[in-house]
DNA sequence: CGCTAACTTGAACGCCATCAATGCTTGTGG
DNA sequence: CCACAAGCATTGATGGCGTTCAAGTTAGCG
């Protein structure tokens, strides 16, 4: 499954499409350039690598090129007075650096080893010119992280550091089902204060999310990057006790 | 100033352009659609008055039209199991009601009385396929609407209530010179439990950071709809806390 | 095998949630 | 015009949970 990730034929922007109904299980992530496009995408990227973290750019730095993740993760955040807040969380088909004209607006760092193309943003700016069909990519991918924000910020306003956590578990789960993973067991790549900062906890506070999940038997972790639910009705009270309805 | 918000020659969808370079002070935002366009748009819409804390729609319902602020503010919100968390106050210019094909995604409440146009989705979306220039424009909302619930979950994160209100005083101040309204004072249209869903807090920890900004003399209320920042270094030190440069 | 960085755990403190009571203010009817 | 009521907002007291700082522990890598 989920072939196109390594196929390397081109740069692939990969998502959802919101406009076309269905099942919310059943819409997986798919290829949303053609062949021809990725083609002539391909042609003015170029193949990069980077270190676990290893910085790709940083805020306010001239916006030279955008990146088309391959393969790993990339985190997307901003440097607070107190620690740093991490925004988002990118994956192989996801595009970043493309926000603003001029420079970038955050600040971004391997959060694995990290493969992806960089598109100079010129070159790119031309091929958009020219095929007004990537508009409605381009929307597409829009609503897919405005609504990613907005449910970030539907994590952040609940109280406890387990929901947080158990809507993080969650949302990692959906990812991997959207890319027709196997999900017998919760795959996080990142590294626990990358997680911490995504949910606006400290580390050792995220530490004791984990342990009580462990404890009360919700969850087990075969390791730091592995996660396996073990009470899948008590982790859904937990992650979906924001909903009214259920 | 800000003359086109009353003149009602049909619907005005109002945003900075992130494309047009330039101080951030100085981009105000401005129509987005020709005169021919919001007559267009006229044709199928209607004037509609909702009184304040009126529902407009609510989450799950079926999805028939958008909606254009004329004046007055709507609140975006979800009811979760414990209080309401508010994701965004709309303003006049703004449009909601176009996120999802189908049922609405969130619940809208008129914060304050609010005159409206209502815009068919069945209708509108013929328009939007007959002018291609409109694509522009909703890529431009789109990116304002993310660029704006990324601020939010910036605020989010913050862990002190006096910081968050501090926050989302100066994100209205900011509101209100790009609109070009006079800001020798802060005007908070809505009331203070939509901040306090908003902000992510309670009413009693949202009532008490205002009395500890009050207290320190930071801020002074005229009334509970009327803020007007006394110490605006202490301000600024509280608002923007969170970059790592200042 | 030992080093380092990442993670976990412990104890004390502070801030916000909670619940409950009081005060303000807005609108309505006498 | 005032009295009253209902909603909105403020204030108080208490407890829980996350932060903070510091000391262990584990895992990853040479």
Redesign the interface.
């Known amino acids: 499954m989920a072939p196109d990730t390594k196929s390397i034929a081109g740069p692939a922007i990969r998502a959802v499409n919101?406009?076309v109904?269905g099942n919310p299980e059943k819409r997986a992530r798919h290829q949303l350039l053609s062949d021809d496009e990725r083609a002539q995408l391909a042609k003015i990227a170029s193949i990069v690598r980077f270190n676990k973290g290893e910085e790709i750019y940083s805020e306010g730095g001239e916006a030279g090129a955008a990146f088309n993740i391959v393969s790993g993760v990339v985190a997307a955040y901003?440097?607070?007075?107190q620690g740093e807040?991490v925004?988002s969380f990118l994956y192989p088909g996801d595009v970043f650096g493309l926000?603003?004209?001029?420079c970038y607006s955050n600040s971004t760092r391997a959060a694995t080893s990290v493969v992806a193309y960089r598109i100079p943003l010129s070159a790119l700016r031309r091929v958009l010119d020219n095929n007004?069909g990537l508009?409605?990519d381009?929307?597409i991918k829009?609503?897919e992280?405005?609504r990613e924000?907005?449910r970030?910020?539907?994590l952040?306003?609940q109280?406890r550091a387990t929901t947080r956590l158990a809507m993080f578990l969650e949302l990692q789960e959906h990812l991997q089902v959207a890319n027709g993973e196997p999900v017998s067991e919760i795959y996080l790549p990142m590294d626990r204060s990358s997680i911490a900062g995504y949910l606006?906890l400290t580390l050792a506070a995220l530490s004791r999310a984990f342990r009580t999940l462990i404890v009360k038997q919700v969850i087990s972790t075969r390791n730091r990057h592995h996660v396996r639910i073990i009470d899948r009705e008590a982790f859904n009270r937990l992650a979906d006790?924001?909903?009214?309805g259920s």
């Open positions: 919101p406009w109904p901003r440097a607070l007075s807040y925004l926000s603003e004209e001029g007004a508009d409605v381009v929307i829009l609503c992280g405005l924000a907005q970030h910020a539907l952040l306003v109280k606006g006790a924001h909903f009214v």
